[in-house]
């Protein structure tokens, strides 16, 4: 499967706990944008990564939101100490890196995380 | 003022129809367009994109771009419910690294 990987699909937590969710780019794809849609919302963009690097983070939350893309492994999106309002589908989306096509920016999404806070 | 704007819909056209879907974007700087499509409970599907002024055409799809006037369009011909979902209106400031989604329009096609 070529296309870009989430796990968990589903994801429940209890207020206060922590959740992982994790993406896994396309291959040969180095940017990685985390977004997040609340139900009967749009897209809401979070974060913007490269490898080692947050390009953007200026849609992330400053409390309790974190997100990295470390050189090997996946890039993970880190909530901690969860409440309600956290309830929503967490989308992943990579692209290709700059001058390797017309439209390197062109975003895949992967199927994403739906988070339930209990 | 929001980066991108569309109407959100519902826009609802007959099966066979020609569907119409419009977005505005506020930064002249905008290098890339993109139009996804979201169905119910799914992830953005991408469906094309276009960066030069004028029409680009897959399938049944049509992407129009007008920088002068600073919208971008997307025709769907010979509507099908399948159609049916929300479509999501991007651009992209390549060099600033910003990308912008709109809010998205809710098309209903019915049969």
């Known amino acids: 499967n070529a296309g870009v990987m989430q796990n968990p699909r589903h994801l429940v937590r209890r207020r206060g706990q922590e959740a992982r969710l994790r993406c896994s780019p396309m291959?040969?794809?180095?940017?990685v944008y985390w977004y997040r849609q609340l139900p009967e919302e749009g897209l809401k963009f979070m974060v913007y990564?490269?490898?080692?690097?947050?390009?953007?983070e200026s849609g992330r939350p400053k409390e309790r939101f974190s997100a990295e893309f470390p050189k090997e492994g996946p890039s993970i999106l880190r909530i901690q100490q969860v409440v309600r309002g956290d309830s929503a589908a967490y989308f992943c989306?990579?692209?290709?890196?700059?001058?390797?096509?017309?439209?390197?920016?062109?975003?895949?999404f992967g199927p994403g995380t739906r988070l339930t806070v209990l | 003022q929001k980066e991108v704007e569309q109407n959100s819909g519902p826009l609802s056209v007959p099966e066979g129809a020609i569907a119409s879907l419009n977005c505005t974007y506020s930064?002249?700087?905008?290098?890339?367009f993109f139009w996804y499509r979201q169905y119910s409970g799914k992830s953005p599907e991408l469906i094309m994109f276009i960066y030069s002024n004028g029409d680009k055409e897959d399938g049944r799809f049509t992407a129009q771009l007008n920088k002068a006037s600073q919208y971008v369009s997307l025709l769907i011909r010979d509507s099908q419910p399948s159609d049916s979902a929300t479509y999501l209106c991007a651009v992209s400031l390549y060099n600033f690294n910003k990308f912008y989604f709109g809010s998205g329009t809710k098309l209903n096609v019915k049969p």
């Open positions: 989306a990579s692209s290709l890196p700059r001058g390797t096509s017309k439209a390197p920016d062109t975003q895949y």
């Open positions: 990564l490269q490898k080692e690097n947050i390009i953007d």
């Open positions: 930064d002249r700087g905008s290098q890339s």
């Open positions: 291959k040969g794809h180095s940017h």
